[in-house]
């Protein structure tokens, strides 16, 4: 059963780096204010690599710190309010989509223009 601890611990190591490197990079490099998706995709991110980032220092040190156990408090609450919002852009844009399809149904362009 350790065997399998150290691997789960591993794959979180191996998972932290590439979630941070991502929305550090994304933060710097993408003009992520200008575009309707971009703050949505940054505080996922943001969110995952956290979680990740203490479960990752928990491991290690810190994880009955009175300090630690309030930030993780604070970074896992984080957790649902994004993913609430990634399931309001998604009934959003899906009924969007839909009202587009019945207006169209109902209402097709006029030919010739």
């Given at each position: 059963?350790?065997?399998l601890?150290?691997?789960?611990?591993?794959?979180?190591?191996?998972?932290m780096?590439?979630?941070?490197?991502?929305?550090?990079?994304?933060?710097?490099l993408v003009?992520?204010?200008?575009?309707?998706l971009?703050?949505?995709?940054?505080?996922?991110?943001?969110?995952?690599a956290?979680?990740?980032l203490?479960?990752?220092?928990?491991?290690?040190?810190?994880?009955?710190?009175?300090?630690?156990?309030?930030?993780?408090l604070?970074?896992?609450?984080?957790?649902?309010?994004?993913?609430?919002?990634?399931?309001?852009?998604?009934?959003?844009?899906?009924?969007g989509?839909?009202?587009?399809?019945?207006?169209?149904?109902?209402?097709?362009?006029?030919?010739?223009?």
């Open positions: 059963m350790s065997e601890r150290w691997v789960g611990s591993l794959l979180i190591h191996l998972s780096l590439p979630a941070v490197a991502f929305v550090v990079i994304y933060a710097v003009r992520w204010r200008q575009t309707r971009g703050p949505f995709v940054l505080a996922l991110t943001s969110t995952l956290a979680v990740l203490l479960t990752s220092i928990g491991q290690f040190a810190f994880r009955m710190a009175p300090w630690f156990l309030i930030l993780r604070v970074v896992f609450a984080a957790v649902p309010v994004v993913l609430y919002w990634q399931l309001w852009i998604l009934i959003r844009t899906q009924v989509v839909r009202r587009l399809r019945l207006s169209r149904k109902h209402n097709p362009p006029e030919e010739g223009l």
